[in-house]
Structures are given as C-alpha cells and as structure tokens.
C-alpha cells in the first residue's frame, strides 16, 4: 500500500518559502482569530472541546490532554501555573525547535487558549539553555503579542489578564521531566519529586496547581479550538487522534520531519517509501521508534497477537515495516510511541557500540537523587564502553541484564525506566551480538562510524 | 565583578518575572556568564545577596547545570553533539576533525586561545546530523569538510577581529 500523503496541521507553514516568524505573517494566515473567538466562550466549553478531541499528550507519555486539565485542583484558592514544556532533549527529537524558530506565534497562541481556558494568570516557557535563538524568538514574538493585546492585562477588551514569560533551561536533560522542570523553574536542582504527593496538578510550581504540556501538544490546542473537539478527533484514528509529527534520523535517505494523520501510516511506509529507504548498498538493521528511551525493534522480528479494531478482537501478524506508527500499536508490541523520534540504524551498525553511545548519554544526564539510576546508569556506560575500548567477555552480556532489570520501579521518576529500557531492549533482541562482541570487535572498522 | 549597566539593568528586569526571588537564579547566572564569559567565584555570594538566598543555594545550581563554567575557555565556543543520531552519521569524525584544525583536545582551551571544543548530548536536530554549535549558531551535517570550512572561517574572523 503506497504511503498516504502528509497532512500537515501544526507544520502547515514549516519551510514554506516567504513565511516570516512575525506578527504581521501569522496574522495575513488567520492568525489569533482562533483566540479572539475563543475569549468569547466559556472555559469549561474550551476545556469540553479538548477532552472531545482526545488530544494526547506529544512529549512522550502520550497522556490525554483533557483528562490532564481536569485533574487540576480549582478548589484551592491558588494560581495555577501553566508552564510550556520547550525542553526538547530526547535523543532523535527535532520538532518543538522548527516550530518555535519559524511559527512561534502559533505556540504563544495555542498556549493563550489554553491558558484562558484553565482561569492561568501567568504562564511560562521553559526551553532549553542550548536554544538561544529560540528564546529570543519567542521572546520578540511575546512582546508583538502583547503589544497587540493578545498577552498581558485586559486581553482583547475582556477583562481576562495572562502573562508569558520565558525561562532559559541550562543544559540539563532532566529539566525535560515535568518535576525537574518545576524544581528548575524554581531555582534549584532539577531535581524530579516523588509522586504522590507532587503531582503537578495539585503541588506544581511554588506548590500551587501546575499545568506542563508539551510545545506540540499546545499547538494541537489551537486547531482544536479552532474546529472543534469532534471534528478534530475525526483526524487520525479512534484512540490516536490529530496528527503526528514524526522525526527520522540516522541512516536513511531522507532524514527530516513528517506529519500524518495519527495511526494512518506504518513504519514501512514512513521509512521505505517516504524517507527514502536504506542509504546505498546497506539494510535496515534496527530501528527505536519514539526517541532513545524507547524500546528497539530488530527488522525481521514478528509481532504476534489480537487486537481491538472498531468492536471486533483480530489476529495481528506483524513484521517491523508493517506496524502502524501510533501509541497504542506500538506499546502493543513492546516499545512506544514516545515524543515521535525515529531513529534508524542499518547493518553497518555494531550494536555495542550504540548501546554504548546511549548509555553514555543516560549516565550523563542521570539527576543522582536515586541510586539504582545513579550508580545502574553509570555501570551500564562503564561495561558497554569497556566492551568497545577494552575487553569484552561473553558474561558481559549477563552482567548488563543484571544492572539493567534492577533500575526500573525503584526510582522518584521515570528516568529510571528510561535508562534501563535501552539495555533491556538491545540485549533481549541483539543478544547474540552482545555474547560475540569480542571476535566481532573491529571486523566492520572501514564501514561502520565510530559511535563511543 | 565588573558588570555592564545593561547587564545589570536585565537582572533587575528579570527577577520581576517571579512572584519568589529564587526562581531568577537561572536567568542571573546566564546573564553573568554572557557578559563574563563564565561564572567568577564572586557571582556566587553575589547572585546570593541579590535572591535573597544562602550562597550554596546558588553554588548547588551551578555545579548541576553543564552550561555553567567556572573557568574562562576560548574566545569561541564549539559544541560537537555526540548523540546516537550525530554518531550515526559521524559526528565523532567530525569532532575529531577540529580538533586536529585547532591542535586541541576536548575541554581545553586551544594554543591560540581562540576556541575550546565540547562534546554536547543531542542538540535536537538529528535529522540534519552531524551538527555543531559555533557560539550561539548552529550549523548542520558537518562532515569533516565542512568542519575544515568553519575552522577556516574562525580563523579568518580572528584576523579580523585583531
Ligand atoms: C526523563 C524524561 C524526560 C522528558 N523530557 C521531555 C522533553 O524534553 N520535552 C517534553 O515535552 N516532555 C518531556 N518529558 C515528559 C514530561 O515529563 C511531561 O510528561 C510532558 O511535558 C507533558 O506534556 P504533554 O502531556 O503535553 O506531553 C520527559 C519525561 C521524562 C521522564
Ligand atoms: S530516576 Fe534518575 S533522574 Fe529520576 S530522580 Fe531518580 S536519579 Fe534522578
Ligand atoms: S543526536 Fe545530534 S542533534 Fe540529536
């Protein structure tokens, strides 16, 4: 089956040639209509509409959206806080960047309705230290806003006042996890809190109820203002609705950023047909299908199973290419669909080394509060980058399990999860080549790329 | 600690951004470094008295954060992103490329004072791999060719620049 064609909803005017990131160009495209009419509706209305569209969250978790803003506690008496979520730091993820360079006014927009339809008083951006381009962007583009009265006192005559501040992360992974963002924002440490009783909804920022959502999830917002929760879950397929952005990387001809229709496309056609297939005179080898900390899948492993389609249970029997690229089909088979990142690897790729490569970047970016992941983490990078630099022994593999099955379930935060999946992953599906690192080592040294 | 007057006036701007002082560290500590060029012990007790806080409030921030230095490096700054994607397609060729440009090894600061290369974790634009942060910019699939060319570009901005 060929590849359906792109639907693009949020990259609608990403590299379109003569679209400029001011004001006056979003505006010439209908931009702020969506808010001016927004402010003239109840909030509960807007907030209907999100749950309706079944919006779920596109940092990674996949959470729905609406169900997220309806755990907020109102009751309190306290400001709620909605804090924009522009850590992008996943490995294999560039998608927040390209709309914050080039659309930044579709995300302060997005942000404004949902801010308006959460009664939040003052919002903040919290993006990534090594984005300063970025941040001034969106710094501009708030003050072009505010000068229009879309942001600030009185928005658009109606009594309703929002602030947007941005907030310049400082190199730290961590920051990304919604807690260590809140610590962060705070002043401190990222340090992520335990849950319960931090969840952000009810102890947020300043322990007052806190809103974080993802960049793209608060410019799927605007659309859904826009036509409507129903409408808007009519994109897409049940249970995965709107549209999804995905990031491909690594080795194949066409890197770059695609947006479908969520679950209308599969891995086959994503990587074969729309990105061009393997690079010359190679194969697919491997492929992590939502961001590093997703679990691998080996090409020409199957996936057996029954699934809900519409009523009906039925049987699955899937190879990688044929597996739908939406959240729930690929939890279905072991790994996730995470913030959309697609990494793929071909058979020149020792799986060692990029191992080893991962878990030198979770060992670096483990926040130390929990020992499993401080000390799992570092292990992890220490065996695998001995194994690469020095020796490796056929028990090396036992041993990884080992560090690896202790890490996850025992941690304040999901990082734990994150560091140890790669290993659990690599081992249980590459095993072999873990086991014959050490006649294997050196063999590929002209074709492969140095990955430790 | 000698900071310019529009330095300081950003500080004062800044810390109206929050209803609790502390949240400001952050922006305190990137604006001082901008204008330093990195974090003098004496920022520490400053950025303190300024929040309001204890001096290790401030200290325990800096040493978490990898974009906080505490020494002077090279006039440029060149950020190799060594993440799977970037290795994928090279990046540590790439690194090693400048450094053999600049006669340097990672961390230090080069003979001519003029760069310091770091290995940095994903930059977020994988699919244009490798890439490197030059300062504030960011160039995209730099082979070692294309390293050659900014190195050949720093140098000529040295020229000029003296
Ligand atoms: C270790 C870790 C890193 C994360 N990094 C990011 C990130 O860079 N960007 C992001 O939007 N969410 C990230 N998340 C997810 C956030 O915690 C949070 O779920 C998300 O911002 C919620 O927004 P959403 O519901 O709109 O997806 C991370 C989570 C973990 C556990
Ligand atoms: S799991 Fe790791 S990153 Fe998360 S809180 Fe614990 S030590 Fe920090
Ligand atoms: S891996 Fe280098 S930018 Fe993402």
Redesign the pocket.
């Given at each position: 089956m060929p590849a359906p064609t792109q639907r693009r909803l949020i990259f609608e005017h990403i590299d379109e040639p003569g679209y400029t990131n001011d004001l006056a160009c979003y505006q010439k495209h209908g931009g702020y209509a969506v808010l001016r009419q927004a402010v003239t509706r109840k909030p509960e209305e807007l907030i209907d509409e999100v749950k309706k569209s079944g919006l779920r969250g596109r940092g990674g978790a996949g959470f729905p959206c609406g169900v997220k803003w309806g755990l907020v506690d109102r009751k309190s008496g306290k400001p709620i806080y909605l804090i924009v979520n522009a850590d992008e730091s996943e490995?294999?993820?560039?998608k927040d960047r390209y709309i914050m360079h080039q659309d930044p006014h579709q995300l302060i927009e997005g942000t404004m309705i949902s801010c308006f339809a959460n009664n939040v008083k003052q919002a903040y951006i919290y993006i990534r230290g090594e984005m300063p381009h970025g941040a001034r962007i969106l710094e501009k583009a708030i003050a072009e806003a505010r000068a229009a009265n879309f942001v600030g006192p009185n928005i658009l005559g109606t009594g309703y006042s929002c602030e947007i501040y941005v907030h310049r992360g400082a190199g730290a992974y961590i920051c990304g996890e919604e807690t260590g963002l809140i610590e962060s924002l705070e002043g401190k440490r990222a340090n992520p809190r335990i849950k319960p009783p931090y969840f952000p909804a009810v102890l947020g920022l300043y322990q007052c109820p806190t809103i974080v959502n993802n960049v793209e999830t608060l410019c799927h917002v605007k659309h859904i203002a826009a036509m409507g929760g129903e409408a808007y879950a009519k994109i897409g397929t049940p249970g995965n609705t709107g549209t999804r952005i995905f990031c491909v990387?690594g080795h194949v001809q066409r890197p770059g950023y695609y947006e479908f229709e969520a679950g209308r496309i599969t891995m086959g056609q994503l990587i074969n047909e729309v990105c061009g297939g393997p690079l010359p005179g190679r194969t697919f080898k491997a492929v992590i299908p939502g961001g590093s900390s997703a679990k691998i899948l080996r090409f020409g492993e199957r996936f057996k199973g029954k699934r809900k389609v519409g009523a009906e249970m039925v049987d699955y029997d899937w190879g990688v290419e044929d597996v739908p690229m939406d959240f729930d089909s690929l939890a279905m088979i072991g790994t996730m669909g995470g913030s959309g990142g697609v990494i793929v690897m071909d058979d020149t790729v020792n799986m060692v080394e990029a191992l080893a490569n991962i878990n030198a970047f979770y060992s670096h970016e483990s926040c130390g509060q929990c020992t499993p992941c401080r000390e799992g983490s570092l292990w992890m990078k220490r065996i695998t980058t001995r194994m690469v630099h020095g020796q490796a022994r056929t028990e090396d593999a036992a041993l990884l399990k080992g560090v690896a099955d202790q890490i996850p379930g025992r941690t304040i935060c999901a990082f734990g999860e994150a560091c140890s999946w790669p290993t659990q992953s690599f081992l249980a599906k590459f095993g072999d080549e873990f086991k014959g690192y050490a006649e294997a080592k050196g063999k590929n040294a002209e074709r492969a790329n140095i990955l430790i | 600690m000698n900071l310019k007057p529009a330095t300081l006036a950003q500080i004062d701007e800044v810390i109206t951004h929050y209803p609790v002082k502390r949240s400001a560290t952050l922006p305190l500590l990137h604006l001082i470094q901008e204008d330093v060029g990195y974090i003098p012990e004496e920022a520490i007790p400053w950025i303190a008295a300024k929040l309001e806080l204890q001096p290790i409030n401030v200290y325990e921030v800096v040493t978490f954060y990898p974009m906080f230095r505490r020494k002077p490096i090279g006039r440029r700054h060149i950020k190799v992103?060594?993440?799977?994607?970037?290795?994928l397609l090279g990046?540590y060729k790439t690194c090693s490329a400048l450094e053999k440009e600049f006669n340097t090894h990672l961390g230090e600061v080069s003979p001519d004072g003029e760069v310091t290369i770091d290995f940095v974790?994903?930059?977020?634009?994988?699919g244009?791999?490798?890439?490197v942060m030059i300062d504030d910019e960011l160039h995209e699939k730099v082979d070692p060719a294309k390293a050659k060319q900014l190195a050949d570009q720093i140098r000529a901005d040295a020229k000029r620049r003296i």
């Open positions: 490995p294999g993820t560039f990387s | 992103c060594r993440t799977l994607s970037c290795a990046g974790e994903c930059l977020a634009s994988c244009t791999a490798p890439v």
